[in-house]
Antibody
Framework: QVQLQESGPGLMRPSETLSLTCAVS?????????WGWIRQPPGKGLEWIGN???????YYNPSLKSRVTISLDTSKNQFSLKLSSVTAADTALYYC?????????????WGQGTLVTVSS | DIQMTQSPSSLSASVGDKVTITCRAS??????LNWYQQKAGKAPKLLIY???SLQSGVPSRFSGSGSGTDFTLTISSLQPEDFATYYC?????????FGQGTTVEIK
């Protein structure tokens, strides 16, 4: 059974770079597949951040593209998100998910999420 | 970007009611539309993929339909555990987008 677990700093200061990791268990990265990051500000809806495909291709939300980098570490069975120059608007619950069903696929399963708060 | 618009934003319903949630895309997305359920404090859970395919383990009272720009999620007989927020999401474009969500509340 595939399981995903996010980890991150919890609390950050404005202008810092957010780094999150999603550890994947029960599944081998060598099998391919696509992976994604989604966030949810407190009390608000879901916002897609970006995807990374097994060949390393990445796709990002245009509104975040200049600040986002998603990468794979197949040796550790994990993928990562970096978001630079964070502000209070980046305060959110950050989820990682596997994209199933190919390039037109859907997100399943999801991690439990990790809360990131940006505050001075 | 493809914009996804859900309606209504919220609704109140009783146990046993039939509930319908609509999702409209700003351009044709074929059948690349997925539905998720999110309960308070929990991660979203996949219900329906490619517009009408029921995810394994999801009760058959949930169904999805539509293609092109207009899609529907239907709960045939609302159960107490179905009170939650529902999101549509398009996977036609490499830049994914979600609808704003529909909250189903107890009447």
């Amino acid at each position: 059974q595939v399981q995903l677990q996010e980890s991150g700093p919890g609390l950050m200061r404005p202008s810092e770079t957010l780094s999150l990791t999603c550890a994947v268990s029960g599944f081998s990265f060598s099998s391919g597949y696509f992976w994604g990051w989604i966030r949810q500000p407190p009390g608000k809806g879901l916002e897609w951040i970006g995807n990374i495909y097994h060949n390393g291709n990445t796709y990002y939300n245009p509104s975040l593209k200049s600040r986002v980098t998603i990468s794979l570490d197949t040796s550790k069975n994990q993928f990562s998100l970096k978001l630079s120059s964070v502000t209070a608007a980046d305060t959110a619950l950050y989820y990682c998910a596997r994209q199933w069903g190919g390039s037109y696929g859907w997100f399943d399963p999801w991690g439990q999420g990790t809360l990131v708060t940006v505050s001075s | 970007d493809i914009q996804m618009t859900q309606s209504p934003s919220s609704l109140s319903a009783s146990v046993g009611d039939k509930v319908t949630i609509t999702c409209r895309a700003s351009q044709s997305i074929s059948s690349y539309l997925n539905w998720y359920q999110q309960k308070a404090g929990k991660a979203p859970k996949l219900l329906i993929y490619t517009a009408s395919s029921l995810q394994s383990g999801v009760p058959s009272r949930f169904s999805g339909s539509g293609s092109g720009t207009d899609f529907t999620l239907t709960i045939s007989s609302l159960q107490p555990e179905d009170f939650a927020t529902y999101y549509c999401q398009q996977s036609y474009s490499n830049t994914r987008t979600f609808g704003q969500g529909t909250t189903v509340e107890i009447k």
